[in-house]
């Protein structure tokens, strides 16, 4: 899935790589959450604002199996 | 940049300074150019790069190119009782690269997510409360590890998973001859394997009567009978579950109120602090401070890497050290203060990173925020009742802690 963060650049989700930490949902909790029948990563908007941008590329930059990956435009 | 040529230096594991026990050994992180990554020799004349660099970590926990299987050859093998059960073939997960990793840990992701964590909070404040009453009904002094720090974590993980708290002894028993590095191979190996044994004979109970929303039961409905994993995985995924369940909540909880009576102004600070954010940052910044994670996380590369100004071999052992990243200045500016605000405190190592991060680190969090709010409040001038240098640490396990904390206090509230 992607997902286009204002001007800023991308999010990329990858639901294989993701290991249900939920740092994600500790950093960004307005975007992310986690499916309550795996445990794994959902994002919950289908448009992310770009308010909520800072928070989303924090997630991004701390999600531990890289699940989330911002690509700066 | 470094060639094949590298000398060891020193031996890993090292044990801490009793005099500061929250600091890292020296011989991980000391020299004159404090280089992030360094080789050292291991109990078995092998030899392995250790790295204490903050971010040299993070890299290579991230790295698809590294491995975490023990069977592999160069696998840094750091203690007998680690090099037995690693080497009995009876791996679980966390010693697994992807996608095999990925497959077994999704038996259990559902259960630790942040919303189901949150809504345990009720019932580990009760736990907490009653373990609180149970020490003010004894008198002090009393052993805080043994009437305290292990009962809570254990109980707690005991519950997660709907099984019998009266067998709490044998998993307490067998995980700390797992991990005590006084342990043989064999007595190691036998241990884990006793725990495997207890392991099936829960799985088979909730394979003849499924309950309700239950761990195991799911895991079985969900995961083995569709063939995704195997009962072996289910009864290994367990076993990883208790060991990692109870021991290290306990350690940290002693090494946190430990902490936090040698910072009598910090202390004073968290007594009073009101946001649940502020208490949470707190934890986080005691679980950097007083890092109980001393085994290092054991690695394998399976490529050429540079990182750290060194290149690491394909074949060659890595041990990535959670107590050296987690007091490297470079990212926690003046890391051998304890400061309960310290706005990065968040980003510590304890749990690890990459695809292998700990599957309880909400759980974790919760039980010390809850336990030591509780704990100081109830019995606000707690103190340690020996002087300090009888305090024996765990400097001959896997985990770092405290084997007993004898503790006083006047009146409680």
């Not at chain 2, 993070?58 to 080497?87: F, I, N, Q, T």
């Not at chain 2, 009962?231 to 367990?238: F, I």
């Not at chain 2, 954010?277 to 996380?297: H, K, N, S």
């Not at chain 2, 490297?328 to 990065?344: G, I």
Request: charged share 25%; with cysteine.
């Amino acid at each position: 899935m992607r997902f286009q963060l204002g001007t800023a650049g991308e999010l990329t989700v990858d639901r294989s790589l993701c290991i249900g930490s939920g740092l994600c949902v500790l950093t960004a909790g307005d975007v992310f959450g986690q499916d309550d029948d795996d445990g794994l990563v959902e994002v919950a908007v289908s448009v992310i604002d770009p308010a909520t941008a800072d928070d989303v590329i924090k997630a991004a930059d701390g999600c531990p199996s890289q699940a989330l990956r911002f690509l700066a435009s | 940049m470094s060639t094949e040529t590298v000398p060891a230096a020193g031996t890993y594991p090292s044990p801490r300074d009793a005099r500061c026990p929250y600091e890292p050994p020296k011989a991980y992180t000391g020299g004159p150019e404090q280089q992030p990554v360094r080789k050292m020799r291991l109990w078995n004349g092998d030899e392995a790069w250790v790295v204490a660099g903050y971010e040299e970590g993070r890299m290579l926990l991230g790295d698809p190119r590294v491995s975490a299987r023990p069977d592999l050859p160069g696998y840094p093998h750091v203690s007998p009782a680690l090099a037995g059960y690693r080497k009995s073939g009876l791996q679980t997960f966390n010693n697994k690269d992807n996608p095999e990793h990925n497959v077994e840990r999704r038996m259990f992701t559902k259960w630790f997510t942040v919303k189901r964590m949150e809504r345990l909070r009720p019932r580990i404040q009760d736990l907490v409360d009653q373990a609180v009453d149970r020490l003010v009904a004894m008198g002090s002094p009393v052993d805080l590890v043994e009437h305290f720090a292990l009962p809570i974590p254990s109980q707690v993980i005991f519950e997660l998973l709907n099984a019998p708290y009266r067998d709490h002894e044998i998993v307490e028993h067998e995980t700390h001859t797992m991990l005590s590095w006084r342990s043989s191979a064999e007595e190691s190996r036998a241990a884990s394997q006793r725990l495997l044994d207890y392991c099936y004979g829960l799985i088979r109970e909730r394979a003849e009567n499924p309950r309700a929303d239950d761990v195991l039961s799911l895991a079985i409905s969900e995961h083995v009978t569709t063939g995704l994993c195997t009962m072996e995985q289910l009864a290994e995924g367990t076993r990883l579950l208790f060991l990692a369940g109870h021991e290290t909540t306990a350690n940290s909880i002693a090494m946190s109120v430990l902490a936090l009576i040698d910072h009598p102004a910090q202390l004073a600070a968290f007594r009073d602090a009101q946001d649940p954010r502020q208490v949470a940052l707190a934890v986080d910044e005691l679980l950097r401070f007083a890092t109980i994670a001393q085994a290092g996380r054991c690695r394998v590369a399976l490529d050429d890497i540079e990182v750290g100004g060194t290149t690491i071999r394909a074949g060659e052992g890595i041990v990535v050290s959670s107590e050296a990243a987690n007091w490297d200045p470079r990212v926690f500016e003046r890391p051998a203060e304890l400061r309960l605000d310290r706005p990065n405190a968040r980003d510590h190592a304890g749990f690890g990173h990459g695809t292998h991060r700990c599957i309880g680190e909400t759980l974790a969090e919760i039980e010390l925020q809850i336990v030591l709010t509780t704990l100081f409040s109830r019995l606000p001038d707690l103190r340690v009742a020996v002087p300090r240098d009888q305090l024996r640490y765990k400097t001959d396990h896997t985990i770092f802690g405290l084997y007993e904390l004898p503790v006083t206090w006047g009146d409680p509230k």
